[in-house]
Each structure stands twice: as C-alpha cells, then as structure tokens.
C-alpha cells in the first residue's frame, strides 16, 4: 500500500491517475478476473523501485537493470501471486511476439485498458478503495 500511495502522490497527474484508471477499467470490463484488476491498479509502479537517475547501477558482473514492468512484476510475485507478475511483466518482442498474450490473454488485456486508461478521464476513485481487493488477492482468495 505504501508504495501505491507514493505513486499516486506524484505530481504528474497523468502518471499518477493510470494505475487507478487502468484498475477501474478492467473492473467494469472483467468484474470478476480481481487478479487482472491488481495488474492494472500496479502498471507503471515499476519506476517507483529504482527511480531513473537514482545513481544505482549494476554490481559488477550483472546485466543492466531490468525495465520498470519486471521490476514490478519481480516485486509483487511474493505477494500477489505468479499471475499478477506475470500479467505485469513485458511482452518478449521476438520471433513468436503473441506468446505472452496467448499464454494468458488477460496481458493482452492489461496493456489496452492501460493504453484506454491514458485517455479515460475517469474520476477512478482513491487507492485506499482497493485495500480489500488487494488483500484478497494476496489471500490466494481469487487466483484463477
């Protein structure tokens, strides 16, 4: 929770109105899929873990850090489960770029409630009205 409300106290309203755009997105439109709803309410967090700029860089030997959304994805997976990290994770752009979406369509259905989210201009509600769902989730109470 403390890291939802640092993300949505920037300053930039866009940014910081996304993830609670997304979320109530995919509520209407997969009222009864609370792990997609989580994915959503998380997408675009990962920036918040090692801020651009924070002067870290990789220990010796390792690769470059990874993108925001597998920082996030990483960061949730002991919390909110295997799908929930899954949903948030990247698309591989390779030979077979559907793979991510076919293995779980509901990816596919994350990034376009994100893409609709940036346009929505819905009074999408506070975090703290996601409290309840998120602590389901990290119950196990609606794993799919």
Same mark, same amino acid.
């Given at each position: 929770m403390d890291l939802l409300h640092a993300g949505h106290e920037a300053p930039d309203a866009a940014s910081r109105d @996304? $993830?609670?755009?997304? %979320?109530? #997105? +995919? &509520?209407?439109?997969h009222p009864f899929d609370k792990e997609l709803q989580v994915a959503g309410l998380l997408h675009g967090l990962g920036r918040l873990l090692v801020p651009a700029g924070s002067g870290q860089a990789p220990q010796q030997g390792s690769e470059a850090s990874p993108d925001p959304a597998e920082r996030?994805?990483?960061?949730?997976?002991p919390? @909110? $489960?295997?799908?929930? %990290?899954? #949903? +948030? &994770?990247?698309?591989?752009?390779?030979?077979?770029?559907?793979?991510?979406?076919?293995?779980?369509?509901?990816?596919?259905?994350?990034?376009?409630a994100a893409r609709a989210g940036r346009?929505?201009?819905?009074?999408?509600?506070?975090?703290?009205?996601?409290?309840?769902?998120?602590?389901l989730v990290a119950a196990g109470a609606y794993r799919l």
């Open positions: @996304l $993830g609670l755009q997304t %979320a109530a #997105l +995919l &509520r209407r439109s996030t994805a990483e960061a949730v997976r919390l @909110l $489960g295997d799908r929930v %990290a899954r #949903l +948030l &994770r990247p698309q591989v752009r390779g030979p077979q770029p559907q793979a991510d979406a076919e293995a779980d369509p509901a990816a596919e259905t994350l990034r376009q346009a929505a201009g819905l009074d999408a509600g506070v975090v703290e009205d996601w409290r309840p769902v998120l602590e």
